[in-house]
């Protein structure tokens, strides 16, 4: 099977549960994070272990799982932090929320954000503000292990 086979098979599987531009995104965020393939019209020709692979994670789509867990990561105030089902993905408004607190904070003030999860939030504040004493805390382990992982 071609690429552009595969990519228009995914694409339209998925756009029985998304709309057309959803599931276009999403199919070439696989084709590319996944599979390394950035032209989604090449006639190259997918391997056997490809294809197998390409059929694993279109069936945990239509079983409505975040493309986001599948591959690992969310896009996030222009960087990729890592995700599990441990942590809420991060939401476009939340990159609002960032910016809201960029453009109010002081000099020498201290962030807290309760709940980090992937730790998108401190960890974007401390990229735009070095100088700011920015905290995540969280109950749960698994996601304190994913942000402690993103906040080098």
């Not at 960087?79 to 089902?85: I, L, N």
């Amino acid at each position: 099977m071609t690429a552009k086979t595969a990519f228009q098979n995914l694409h339209n599987a998925l756009q029985t549960i998304y709309d057309n531009r959803e599931a276009f995104t999403i199919s070439t965020y696989i084709f590319e994070d996944v599979f390394k393939i950035f032209n989604t019209q090449s006639e190259k020709t997918l391997s056997e272990p490809q294809v197998t692979q390409l059929d694993e994670i279109q069936n945990r789509l239509l079983n409505y799982e975040p493309w986001q867990h599948i591959v690992g990561f969310a896009d996030f105030y222009g960087s990729k932090f890592h995700v599990s089902p441990d942590v809420l993905i991060p939401r476009p408004e939340t990159e609002e929320l960032v910016q809201l607190i960029l453009d109010n904070v002081k000099p020498k003030q201290t962030i807290l954000d309760i709940g980090t999860g992937s730790g998108c939030i401190p960890i974007s504040i401390k990229k735009k503000h070095e100088h700011l004493t920015v905290f995540g805390l969280d109950i749960s382990e698994a996601a304190l292990a994913i942000a402690k992982k993103m906040r080098h």
